[in-house]
């Protein structure tokens, strides 16, 4: 099918395309791109659109849609645009197209959702709803230089009895209880949303069955009336450098000391035996992200690798 303009061909991506891919997107995130390891995986998912976009046979974009939320909604994700093509309107024809054949094959869709970085003006508002917004702290270490510093920093807080409480592993039926309780979809998520990878997933019995098929370690400080829930990822391969990984910390609530405790046990759990460079990003509200900063750099010498505009989570109509 062709694009109204540019000369666009678009379809469905494959196996085969993979290192085309890889070649437009090297740039993205600086190196720490998700999509090398999640490629694969999302072409076997039967809810889940990969499309390309072509020009002249070559790939020259790709965005990715899933169904979610008891199939109410649509997450577009994923959009890559090759450098010499960004600026001429090929992502909003990419995505456009995604969107059609969303329509026809899922009418029952109402909602697309988006998670995008940065701060947008009146213009973007005026389009879409808000529902969150979500702060990204991001620190890069050698994981056998950073393990004593943040067994260290454990056992001072143990010692001081700073607010310290050891955070909870929750197994699947207590993520299935604690993630539908009235009082922490209004009192703990934000926007009344699941973050987890930048995925946007509302608080449904179906949603928390796909998540608990993803391998995501659960934690909370309190199995009854939680304040702070976190979803960690197992570390997972990025082309940023030989032998260095990214582990992703989605922190739900506001409340700081748990906030602290769920990272650093987060951290823990994720890095295990694990050697050699490790980018952490931890996703936060916005009001714990001067106060976690802090902490970081002055009980762990802990640094910035650089600067990353927040997450935001936005929605619209179909």
Not at 212 to 224: E, H, S, T
Request: with cysteine; aromatic share 8%; net charge neutral.
């Amino acid at each position: 099918m062709e694009g109204a303009s540019h000369g666009l061909e678009f379809c469905l991506a494959q196996e085969a395309d993979f290192e085309a891919v890889m070649s437009i997107s090297g740039d993205v995130y600086g190196g720490l791109d998700y999509l090398p390891v999640r490629y694969h995986a999302w072409l076997k998912e039967p809810h889940r659109k990969v499309v390309l976009a072509k020009k002249k046979g070559q790939v020259v974009a790709l965005v990715s849609t899933s169904i979610l939320d008891d199939g109410c909604t649509v997450v577009v994700e994923g959009l890559r645009v090759a450098p010499t093509e960004r600026g001429k309107g090929i992502a909003g024809h990419i995505q456009q197209h995604c969107l059609d054949l969303v329509r026809v094959d899922f009418p029952q869709v109402k909602v697309r959702r988006y998670v995008r970085s940065g701060h947008f003006g009146p213009e973007c508002l005026a389009k879409y709803r808000p529902i969150c917004r979500q702060e990204i702290l991001l620190f890069c270490f050698k994981l056998e230089e950073f393990r004593p510093k943040l067994d260290n920093a454990i056992a001072q807080l143990k010692a001081s009895g700073a607010d310290w409480e050891d955070p909870i592993l929750l197994a699947a039926s207590d993520v299935r209880r604690v993630f539908l309780s009235p009082a922490v979809v209004d009192g703990v998520l934000p926007g009344k949303t699941i973050i987890w990878d930048w995925v946007p997933y509302k608080p449904l019995a179906s949603n928390l069955e796909t998540l608990l098929k993803q391998d995501i370690v659960w934690m909370a400080d309190n199995k009854g009336e939680p304040r702070v829930l976190s979803l960690g990822t197992a570390p997972y391969g990025i082309p940023i450098e030989a032998d260095a990984h990214r582990l992703n910390i989605d922190v739900l609530g506001k409340h700081f000391a748990c906030a602290r405790n769920q990272f650093l046990a987060q951290l823990r759990q994720g890095i295990g035996t694990m050697q050699g460079p490790l980018y952490c990003l931890l996703f936060l509200e916005p009001c714990l992200r001067q106060e976690m900063l802090s902490f970081c750099q002055n009980s762990m010498g802990l640094h910035q690798d650089r600067v990353i505009e927040g997450q935001n989570v936005l929605e619209a109509d179909m």
